[in-house]
């Protein structure tokens, strides 16, 4: 449920380095449904159970990472709404130019963390959607890890108190759960705008423009642990967990694709509302926030970004 002005994080496009072994594994691994290919050879995917389109593109570059993040927005007269907005917050802003079938006009532009966003609000759907009369759960049965839709990203950069604000000023957005360094600076922010734990997450770093991960949405626990048994099966590069977070205190798992880029798969999370009271982390306790059953900062978790 859209509570604010936007609905969702609906599209994100990747950069990858070999393109059909990175492919081969969304497919096989995951269980994304290929859509089709742009003119310029980059590969649209969807998970079984989402309406649009698509949701995820994969370019080939020469370096991993995310070229940006999209997010739809509740209908054509608030995204010119939003698209003022913006540059009266101090962002200029573009029509994006890059081919993405089915989806209508596009707004781009660059958050001071060095990330490129973009706003939407008119998508075709795809040509194989969910059941929609006395439907099943799902048509066909998932293959992989049977990820149902692409639930968020974490995205690290400097200046994210200034991203924040904009989320929350611009878009209407409300962030649940923060997390402080001992002087009050933010150093972690989780922003939503529905009734998720989280859309869009940000930690401050000093280098623009990187990835954490973004993130797939599972069923539940047992589904966690299937991809967990998966991950194994194909010799894929895992990162930490199965485990817990306290943070969100969604159940999850972390691995690498074979292009680099970290994959989280989550399931839970609980209910936010924008009249709860927000949640509040010390930086020395993130470790335990983020890993729960661990009860400390896994390294790699800092350190390795895209």
């Known amino acids: 449920?859209?509570?604010?002005?936007?609905?969702?994080?609906?599209?994100?496009?990747?950069?990858?380095?070999?393109?059909?072994?990175?492919?081969n594994f969304y497919k096989t691994v995951v269980g994304l449904d290929e859509v089709g290919r742009t003119s310029d050879g980059r590969v649209m995917l969807k998970t079984y159970d989402?309406?649009?389109h698509h949701s995820v593109v994969l370019r080939k570059a020469d370096e991993a990472g995310l070229d940006y993040v999209a997010f739809k927005v509740v209908?054509?007269?608030?995204?010119?709404?939003?698209?003022?907005?913006?540059?009266?917050?101090?962002?200029p802003v573009k029509v994006a130019e890059d081919e993405q079938p089915g989806y209508g006009k596009r707004y781009a532009f660059m958050l001071p963390t060095?990330?490129?966003?973009?706003?939407?609000?008119?998508?075709?759907?795809?040509?194989?959607?969910?059941?929609?009369?006395?439907?099943?759960?799902?048509?066909?049965?998932?293959r992989g890890m049977r990820a149902q839709r692409f639930d968020h990203l974490l995205c690290y950069g400097p200046n994210i108190a200034?991203?924040?604000?904009?989320?929350?000023?611009?878009?209407?957005?409300?962030?649940?759960?923060?997390?402080?360094?001992?002087?009050?600076?933010?150093?972690?922010?989780?922003?939503?705008?529905?009734?998720?734990?989280?859309d869009i997450a940000f930690v401050e770093y000093d280098k623009p423009g990187k990835m954490h991960h973004f993130a797939f949405y599972l069923q539940d626990w047992n589904d966690i642990g299937h991809a967990a048994d998966l991950i194994g099966k194909y010799r894929v590069k895992r990162d930490v967990g199965p485990t817990r977070h306290a943070i969100t205190r969604g159940q999850t798992i972390y691995f690498f694709e074979p292009s680099g880029n970290r994959i989280e798969t989550y399931a839970g999370g609980y209910a936010a509302?924008?009249?709860?009271?927000?949640?509040?982390?010390?930086?020395?306790?993130?470790?335990?926030?983020?890993?729960?059953?661990?009860?400390?900062?896994?390294?790699?978790?800092l350190e390795v970004v895209s």
């Open 50 to 52: 989402e309406f649009d």
């Open 114 to 142: 060095g990330h490129c966003i973009q706003l939407y609000a008119e998508v075709e759907l795809a040509a194989d959607i969910p059941m929609l009369r006395n439907p099943d759960p799902w048509k066909e049965e998932p």
């Open 162 to 198: 200034e991203a924040e604000r904009y989320f929350i000023e611009v878009l209407g957005m409300y962030a649940p759960e923060v997390c402080n360094t001992e002087d009050g600076k933010r150093f972690a922010t989780w922003l939503t705008g529905g009734n998720k734990a989280h």
């Open 75 to 91: 209908s054509p007269e608030v995204l010119e709404e939003l698209k003022v907005a913006t540059e009266e917050f101090g962002y």
């Open 1 to 23: 449920m859209a509570i604010s002005k936007t609905i969702r994080p609906g599209l994100i496009q990747l950069r990858v380095l070999d393109l059909d072994e990175t492919l």
């Open 273 to 301: 509302y924008p009249d709860n009271p927000q949640r509040v982390w010390d930086v020395a306790e993130v470790g335990r926030g983020l890993f729960y059953y661990e009860g400390e900062l896994i390294p790699s978790f």
